[in-house]
């Protein structure tokens, strides 16, 4: 048998310190014993979260903040769920810390940012979705990853979203309903899956053209945007032109009803006047023709420029013209 076989610990250290150590090994143990015991056992809960207990694996409770005790070695396991906190995803960019946003590079989340609009026009998407925990039992025992399973679920559904609109909507017109379209759609589904998680808003940042087709976008802008001032100025020509002509001719229909108003009134008047003529005719014949004579005597002679009174029986009136005279005869 060989020295090392032989050898024993007390050889090494001795007796006296073997039975000290065997002495102390009773107590460390205990202490050992009561720290694991007292870490166990107690747990606090932030003011901003929950806890949720399970008893070898099977939920049993939940507590709210504070200070709290469950059973110990692991019996049962308290899992801190934050519910009023709200977390943010972000698509098409990331920020490094709040307030301070990195540079955006699309190259480098272009798979996540990168989608056709309904016209079949390319895309450059950027969104923030935020959500909260409404639910932390079905957080734990539905979902594995609840960030990642959100943004999976997010470039879907905003993919869905943006390829029901035109390019033009995306960009401006209809922002706000893309907005609440996604966020309606993507609670639809996270609550298909008893996911526990609440939507709190979702919003998109920048939606731009790919830089490779930026040049031909801008131009398709400023065409549509000539044809719009092209379109503008005609119905300005328009506005001045119609109105101006339209009142012209209701000037016009409006003096011809009056001219007619005003024949047909006169043609009544004279038909009146004929016919009260007729009927003092009728009654008395020589005075009315007289009168009848005389007043259109009185009409006419005003309008003479020369009169000539002559003798019922002078048999010529040559010699009485002054012939040489302006306007002689008249």
Not at 25 to 47: D, E, K, Q, R
Request: charged share 30%; net charge positive; aromatic share 8%.
């Amino acid at each position: 048998m060989s020295f090392s076989e032989n050898l024993r610990i007390e050889d090494i250290i001795g007796p006296k310190t073997m039975r000290n150590l065997r002495k102390y090994i009773g107590p460390v143990i205990g202490i050992i014993f009561i720290l694991i015991f007292a870490l166990t056992i107690f747990y606090s809960v932030g003011a901003d979260e929950v806890g949720v207990i399970q008893r070898f694996g099977r939920y049993t409770r939940t507590t709210e903040p504070g200070l709290h005790l469950k059973l110990p070695f692991g019996i049962e396991k308290a899992t801190k769920v934050k519910v009023k906190y709200i977390f943010k995803n972000e698509f098409g960019f990331r920020t490094l810390r709040p307030g301070i946003k990195t540079v955006r590079a699309p190259e480098k989340y272009l798979d996540e940012s990168l989608m056709l609009s309904g016209d079949l026009n390319s895309l450059v998407v950027e969104w923030i979705v935020q959500f909260k925990v409404k639910d932390p039992v079905k957080l734990l025992f539905n979902i594995r990853d609840p960030s990642a399973t959100v943004g999976a679920i997010s470039e879907a559904v905003m993919r869905q979203v943006v390829g029901d609109h035109s390019v033009s909507e995306a960009l401006t017109t209809r922002r706000v309903e893309v907005n609440l379209e996604v966020e309606k759609k993507l609670q639809e589904i996270l609550d298909s899956y008893n996911s526990g998680i609440h939507i709190v808003t979702v919003k998109l940042q920048d939606v731009n053209p790919p830089d490779e087709v930026k040049p031909a976008f801008n131009d398709v802008n400023e065409a549509k945007q000539e044809r719009e001032r092209m379109i503008n100025e005609a119905w300005e020509a328009y506005n001045k032109v119609i109105p101006r002509a339209k009142g012209e001719a209701e000037k016009t229909i409006r003096k011809a009803e009056g001219y007619a108003l005003n024949r047909v009134n006169s043609a009544r008047g004279d038909a009146h006047k004929f016919l009260a003529i007729w009927e003092e005719y009728k009654d008395a014949k020589e005075v009315t023709r007289r009168r009848l004579y005389l007043e259109t005597l009185a009409e006419v002679l005003p309008e003479a420029r020369r009169k000539y009174i002559l003798d019922s029986s002078q048999q010529g009136i040559l010699p009485l013209l002054r012939l040489d005279e302006e306007g002689g005869g008249k």
